[in-house]
């Protein structure tokens, strides 16, 4: 790419995560403050009928409502449904984006700290990832490892990823997250602006991605009840090494259920309040260090 043209912030694609929402409510009231780039910013909020009644969503999470297929489908009618076609004709009418980066605001009730989650390992976004991570050594980045196509908003442009931080609760604002989602975002469009600039920063030639795998659900009885809880040695431990044989749950009468898998893991999102629904304890990721060069990146052997 060699200039950026459009970017759109979202805020509030789940109504209970007041991070983005209130972000996105401040560059309403000061729009200034986003619109001092050679490329137009401009926002969005996500799912504001769902922020009016303090709820994740009404009908169906928003943040899976994006399949070019339910998108085309006139069944849909669900709020939700019809909000992300809404999205859709802002952000991407008859599938041609009319933005170069999309910016998905989002908070968790889990310990991912500072995250950048990708789609898919585009040499431009994995760039951006190694600057940001040589900037703040506190920002992840992860990437997902299936060829699937995506139901998440951040889908609709291919330079489309996700912000990520937490832990904070749903339904609460918090300053200290508030101000760090800040800061990072303001980094990634001075990024984007230097980019434009033709002075794009120098990154590091290598940048740690943890690759999606999988994920766990809770240990449930036949009539689907959950019968165990994240083992406290695993709670909040977040891109940790997960080791075969170490505990992964704890049963309510104390026994130890271990991690089975053949190889080391390192699990995010543990215990996310929003994915009990999902059937998702956690997600595992394969720690990798990618190596960037101007044309193209190569993958080393995962750790």
């Not at 989002?106 to 898919?120: A, V």
Request: glycine content about 6%.
């Amino acid at each position: 790419m060699t200039k950026i043209n459009r970017v759109a912030i979202v805020g509030g694609t789940h109504g209970n995560e007041f991070t983005g929402v209130y972000l996105i409510k401040k560059f309403e009231t000061y729009p200034a403050l986003i619109q001092c780039y050679s490329f137009e910013t401009f926002t969005l909020l996500g799912n504001p009928r769902a922020f009016e009644e303090n709820r994740r969503y009404l009908d169906k999470d928003l943040n899976r409502c994006f399949l070019k297929k339910d998108l085309q489908d006139a069944t849909l009618t669900s709020y939700e449904e019809t909000r992300a076609k809404n999205i859709q004709q802002i952000l991407a009418p008859q599938g041609k984006p009319q933005v170069d980066v999309i910016v998905d605001l989002h908070s968790t009730t889990t310990n991912m700290g500072l995250s950048i989650i990708l789609q898919i390992k585009h040499p431009f976004l994995l760039k951006l990832g190694a600057y940001l991570s040589s900037m703040n050594p506190l920002v992840r980045i992860c990437c997902a490892t299936s060829d699937k196509e995506s139901s998440f908003l951040r889908s609709l442009s291919e330079l489309g990823f996700v912000i990520e931080v937490g832990p904070v609760a749903q339904s609460v604002l918090s300053a200290e997250w508030f101000q760090k989602t800040e800061e990072l975002l303001f980094t990634i469009l001075n990024y984007l602006e230097a980019i434009n600039q033709g002075t794009t920063p120098q990154s590091p030639d290598a940048v740690t991605v943890y690759f999606t795998i999988g994920d766990v659900d809770y240990p449930r009885n036949e009539r689907g009840e959950i019968q165990a809880m994240i083992h406290p040695q695993l709670q909040f431990r977040d891109y940790q090494p997960l080791h075969p044989g170490e505990p992964m749950f704890l049963t309510f009468d104390g026994q130890e259920i271990p991690y089975v898998g053949e190889s080391i893991v390192y699990p995010i999102f543990i215990n996310e309040a929003a994915y009990y629904e999902k059937g998702i304890a956690m997600i595992l990721t394969q720690k990798q260090e990618i190596l960037l060069s101007s044309d193209d990146f190569t993958e080393m052997q995962p750790s």
